[in-house]
């Protein structure tokens, strides 16, 4: 299925940072995903797993928004959907490993595209996997702040009403703009870069703000 192609005056007027408000966009988004019929089974189901703390982010979201403002199938270019979820009281790879089965049992039809995993204990492997040190986290939405790109840190989930509930900590205005923009939070330019250029060539009309090493 393919999306339909969002009027570029929309498109130039979202995306400029003082072009709408926040509420507007948050709520155009809202309605982009309630147009997509397999994002809104993953926030079904998730609601209903009753997981704690849960969401979809980061490319699920707004790798589909850009398909739709580009008029693209909707899974181009995705190559998986993040769920995730924050439960402190089991920070064991077993517990964690038990949820990743249970929201894979319940999309099977998305299965191979899932990643879920457990924002309480990725400090727990990042360092060895990445080679630099990460902080506990507080909440699955203080993962957002340390994404590689800004443009990349948004979520969304189904609240108890089954509304859409959205988070965005730096804003949406580079999302629907479709320019990817540093978080220089953590130190991360070989992976901005890797993103970039992957992304770059699936999304001609991105623009790509180069990473500025700081003194």
């Not at 402190?88 to 299965?111: C, F, H, N, R, W």
């Amino acid at each position: 299925m393919t999306g339909v192609p969002f009027c570029t005056d929309n498109r130039l007027r979202l995306g400029a940072p003082y072009g709408a408000s926040e509420d507007e966009r948050i709520e155009v988004l809202k309605q982009i995903l309630k147009t997509v019929p397999h994002v809104m089974e993953i926030l079904r189901t998730i609601k209903d797993l009753k997981l704690p703390d849960a969401w979809l982010v980061s490319g699920g979201i707004y790798q589909t928004v850009w398909n739709v403002l580009t008029g693209r199938p909707y899974f181009h270019g995705i190559k998986d959907f993040d769920v995730i979820y924050f439960d402190g009281t089991d920070q064991s790879y077993e517990a964690e490993d038990a949820v990743i089965k249970k929201v894979a049992a319940a999309l099977p039809d998305l299965a191979n595209l899932l990643e879920t995993r457990n924002q309480a204990r990725v400090h727990l492997w990042y360092q060895q996997r990445f080679g630099r040190p990460y902080r506990p986290l507080d909440c699955a939405m203080d993962s957002l702040t340390t994404y590689a790109s800004r443009t990349h840190a948004v979520a969304a989930r189904m609240d108890r009403n089954n509304e859409l509930d959205v988070h965005a900590p730096f804003g949406l205005a580079n999302l629907f703009g479709m320019r990817l923009v540093p978080n220089y939070s953590q130190p991360n330019p070989e992976t901005y870069a890797e993103k970039a250029a992957r992304m770059k060539a699936l999304w001609p009309e991105l623009t790509v703000v180069p990473w500025q090493e700081k003194d």
